[in-house]
């Protein structure tokens, strides 16, 4: 377990490079950077990290696995609205660190591209074991449905954290409805 300087060191780190994500494209970033805004020496950084990439790599996989941990939970449970609101209210907690994250793009590191992966996944395994009974569903390609609901359960996440607001699930599938409604004419 880590004694309270090594949190603080980790939370003056994750918390410099969010601020700088806020500032700069992650390319433009300097290890030198992160440093001096966490308020630490180059000894101290590297004892952690070998750098930036380093840096983002572990806390794109700390988020990455806890929201694989969710998701398995969530459609395990049979309250699905209750345990939707769960994850998004411990994603919200995390919401400064997860849009940092998300703008991070390169060959490597893609969070928001791993979460909807993950996410689709979970939803075409969910669907194919609800539907066992019905031979044509349990068959179907869930891909584009999947796709569809994956992208728009992350940017319903996107949207409300960055208005700061936590996201209320029952109203988001009311809105989700209304919008199906409206298309429809």
Do not use: C
């Not at 950077?33 to 180059?42: H, M």
């Amino acid at each position: 377990m880590s004694d309270l300087r090594t949190i603080k060191t980790h939370n003056a780190i994750t918390n410099a490079l969010i601020e700088l994500l806020d500032e700069k494209p992650f390319d433009k970033i300097q290890a030198q950077e992160i440093i001096e805004k966490a308020l630490i020496n180059r000894t101290t950084f590297y004892r952690y990290y070998s750098g930036k990439s380093d840096l983002a790599g572990k806390l794109i996989k700390e988020v990455k696995d806890e929201y694989q941990t969710l998701l398995q939970q969530r459609f395990e449970s049979d309250n699905l609205v209750r345990f939707m609101q769960i994850i998004g209210n411990r994603l919200f907690e995390k919401r400064r660190l997860i849009l940092a994250l998300w703008q991070i793009k390169t060959p490597r590191h893609h969070l928001y591209d791993d979460m909807h992966a993950l996410l689709k996944n979970a939803f075409i395994a969910h669907a194919k074991n609800t539907h066992t009974d019905d031979k044509d569903l349990a068959n179907k390609d869930w891909n584009y449905q999947a796709h569809i609901f994956a992208t728009i359960a992350l940017e319903s996440h996107r949207y409300h954290f960055e208005k700061g607001e936590i996201l209320k699930i029952p109203q988001v599938f009311d809105e989700w409805g209304q919008m199906i409604e409206i298309l429809k004419g």
